[in-house]
């Protein structure tokens, strides 16, 4: 089938937008991979597919597709491209929107400056429902947030562990730009105490408002920017007592705005997201 995409990036979390509303969309999930691969696709951390709503409240349903072909419940950055693409291809003339995903509901919002707001809910925090196997482990008390320890690779890792929508395993390390994201990042993305596998964060805190953020996305990889994973890092280390909310969250592809007023309030998240390119593509 013909396939017309556009190509977009939030802080350089790449993405394919499919309109899903005026054009037939069934792919395997064969088909997905192809179109992520950076050689013999258009190449994506994730694929966003823009669907009509199930319900009459909400705008738009939101599908993600990680490069690995598997469907996932969330993708922050994502959501933020989601409203740019529906209001530059004259699908909405709202600034903000309500978007039905697999894991809730989102409202994106367009600001004046250009950046997008997303109200990403309000994050779980039992880990059962994250979720994570506690079972036989003896956690640690860092303010009020429960460290638990994580076997990776005969070394403990001592994780918060968040959902934003999605699972997050996320720990503080003295050097984002050192620390070891390409061979801890895997390990912990399968590790057995994850049933639906995890994204990794790695978070060097540098004052009570800015950190440095690396994570190693489940079925994607390391990206260049994660936003669930700049909320989860952001909650985690509010809880931990290591943050205060706003924070500054530099990724190595660009810069978050994260806002956690703590409990049951909802993460908001702020930032960039760009459209690339427009194509169409035999798959």
Known sequence: MKLKFTKMHGAGNDFVVIDAINQRVDLTPAQWKLLADRRFGVGADQMLVVEKPASPQMDFRYRIYNADGGEVEQCGNGARAFVRFAIEKGLTDKRAIKVETMSGV????LETDGNITVDMGAPVLDPASVPFDAAGLQGKAEGDDTLWPLDVGGRTCWISVVSMGNPHAVQVVDDAATARV?????????????????????????????????????????????????????????????????????????????????GDSHVMMSGPAVSVFDGEIDI
Not at 106 to 109: D, K, N, Q
Not at 184 to 204: L, T, Y
Not at 210 to 235: D, S
């Open 106 to 109: 989102i409202e994106p919002r």
């Open 182 to 262: 390409e061979t801890d990042g895997p390990v912990i993305e399968r590790h057995e105490r994850f049933p639906k596998r995890v994204n990794a964060g790695f978070m060097q805190i540098a004052n009570k408002h800015e950190i440095h953020l690396r994570v190693y996305e489940r079925g994607a990889g390391e990206t260049l920017a994660c936003g669930t994973g700049a909320c989860a890092a952001v909650v985690a280390g509010i809880r931990r007592g290591l943050l205060a909310s706003p924070v500054k969250v530099n990724t190595r592809g660009g810069v978050l705005s994260i806002a956690w007023q703590g």
